[in-house]
C-alpha cells in the first residue's frame, strides 16, 4: 500500500490537511516528526506549508537542520519522490535539494487568495495527473514567495523544463517571482517544490478540487511500479 | 581572548529590495533631501572566545556560508573586535 509521510516541524500548520488529501486518493499516511530519523516506512514524502520555527533567520533556514532532514536527503538520493509546499518549498531550497531560494514578496504585503497556474511539467510523480499547459486555480497563502536565482540557473530550469508550475500571467504572479516561477523540480524531476498549495484544493466541499491531481499523480506513480502479479 | 563579531547580512545587490524601497519611500515622505539608496538587511552580533581575531573571523565566515546567508539571495560582511 502507498504510503506517504508528512513531515511535522514546530511552527508547521498545513499538516492536517495534506495527510486528508494523501489518505483521500487511498494512500496510508502519518506524520514524521522533525526530530526522527526515519520516515516511517514512506514511499512518498511531503513537506508541508506553515512557518517551521517560524521563519527565524530566514524561511526555511533552520529546519534544514533537523535530524529528519538527512533522512530526507537519503530518500531524496535513492530517487524517492518528496513533494515541498510553500514552506515546504523553501526547506527544499534552503537544504539544496533544489536550486534558487524565495525572497519576501515584491509587494511586502503575505497574500493568501486563489492564483492561477500553469502546469508545465507532467514527467513527475506530483504531476502526471494533469495535461502539460493545463490552467488550474490554487490558492496561494505566503510572505515569502518571490523565487529568485541567478542568470544561469533559470536558463537551465527552462532548457531542462524543470518548471513545474508557473503562475498563468505577470497579472498572475503574486510576488514577483522571477519568471513567473510557482514550482519547479530537481534534475532527475523526483524533487518537487511548489508556493501554491495544492491540499487546500482537493475536497469539492471548500470549492475547488484543482489540487487533487497533484495526490492523484503520487497513487498514479505509486501504481505504476509496482510489479504486475502473476495471473496464473 | 573573547571577541565580538558582527556580521552584516545584506540582500544581494541587482536584486529586489522592497523592504528598502519602503523604507526609502517613507524617507522621502519625512521631506529628506532625495537618497541614492536605501537597503535593509540583517545584523548578527556574536560573542566568542578565540585564539586571535583572525580565527574568530574565519569561524564567523564558516557560519555565514553554512547558516547564517544564503549566497543565492544575500551577501554577508564580518568584522571582528575585541571585546
Do not use: K
Request: charged share 20%; net charge negative; aromatic share 6%.
Amino acid at each position: 500500500m502507498l504510503s506517504i509521510g508528512v513531515l511535522r516541524f514546530p511552527g508547521i500548520n498545513c499538516e492536517e490537511e495534506t495527510l486528508r488529501a494523501a489518505e483521500r486518493v487511498g494512500a496510508e499516511a502519518h506524520y514524521v516528526w522533525h526530530r526522527d530519523t526515519s520516515l516511517g516506512g514512506a514511499d512518498v514524502v511531503v513537506i508541508p506549508g506553515g512557518f517551521s520555527y517560524g521563519d527565524y533567520l530566514r524561511a526555511g533556514a533552520i529546519a534544514r537542520f533537523s535530524p529528519v532532514m538527512a533522512a530526507v536527503r537519503d530518500h531524496a538520493a535513492a530517487g524517492g519522490p518528496v513533494l515541498g509546499i510553500c514552506n515546504g518549498f523553501q526547506i527544499l531550497c534552503e537544504a539544496h535539494l533544489l536550486p534558487g531560494a524565495l525572497m519576501r514578496n515584491h509587494r511586502l504585503r503575505y497574500v493568501s487568495r486563489p492564483v492561477r497556474c500553469i502546469v508545465e511539467q507532467t514527467g513527475t510523480a506530483f504531476t502526471s495527473a494533469y495535461v502539460h499547459g493545463q490552467a488550474i486555480e490554487l490558492p496561494i497563502a505566503h510572505g515569502d514567495g518571490r523565487y529568485v536565482a541567478d542568470t544561469d540557473t533559470l536558463r537551465m530550469l527552462e532548457a531542462e523544463g524543470r518548471v513545474v508550475l508557473r503562475y498563468a500571467s505577470d497579472a498572475d504572479n503574486p510576488n514577483g517571482a522571477m519568471s513567473n516561477i510557482a514550482g519547479i523540480m530537481n534534475a532527475g524531476g523526483t524533487v518537487v517544490g511548489i508556493m501554491p498549495h495544492p491540499e487546500r484544493a482537493t475536497d469539492p466541499l471548500v470549492g475547488s478540487t484543482d489540487g487533487a491531481g497533484f495526490f492523484i499523480s503520487i497513487a498514479d506513480w505509486y501504481a505504476l511500479r509496482q510489479p504486475v502479479s502473476p495471473t496464473s | 581572548m573573547t571577541f565580538r563579531v558582527l556580521v552584516r547580512v545584506m540582500p544581494r545587490q541587482g536584486l529586489l529590495d522592497p523592504q528598502g524601497q519602503a523604507v526609502e519611500h517613507a524617507l522621502s515622505t519625512l521631506g529628506y533631501p532625495p537618497l541614492q539608496s536605501v537597503r535593509v538587511g540583517r545584523a548578527i552580533e556574536i560573542g566568542m572566545e578565540a585564539a586571535d581575531a583572525a580565527e574568530a573571523e574565519a569561524r564567523a565566515r564558516d557560519m555565514c556560508e553554512r547558516v547564517l546567508a544564503n549566497p543565492v539571495m544575500e551577501d554577508f560582511h564580518v568584522s571582528v573586535e575585541v571585546s
